[in-house]
């Protein structure tokens, strides 16, 4: 898995939809962008796993815990994003298999 680091200006709103978190046993990922938002210009990619919100691990954040540290930012958001292996998706492996055994924090982050 490949990261990379988006630095989106504040404050909010910042133009995405997030989905998953420890509660729902899935990665936190970017569900939906909104056009011409932040999110967009600052080039994040729907379906993109969120691996920390300015510096904090999401390793174990639930859902809830995500929204109100994105939304805590006020003058700068900071996520360090990855892409998960799409391609076993079209192997036929289904996504629940994929999010299940996602594990964040055996990511290596850059510095």
């Known amino acids: 898995m490949s990261c990379y680091t988006v630095s989106l200006p504040g404050p909010g709103p910042w133009g995405f939809r997030l989905q998953g978190g420890k509660d729902f046993n899935m990665p936190l990922t970017i569900s939906r962008i909104t056009p011409g938002s932040k999110a967009a ?41 990855s892409k998960l292996n799409w391609p076993s998706i079209q192997q036929g492996i289904p996504l629940t298999t994929i999010t299940q055994n996602f594990n964040p924090s055996k990511l290596k982050l850059k510095e």
């Open 41 to 81: 210009m600052g080039n994040l990619i729907q379906g993109d796993v969120i691996v920390a919100i300015d510096g904090v691990s999401t390793d174990g954040m639930t859902h809830l815990e995500a929204q109100n540290k994105i939304k805590m930012a006020n003058y700068n958001l900071a996520l360090t994003m």
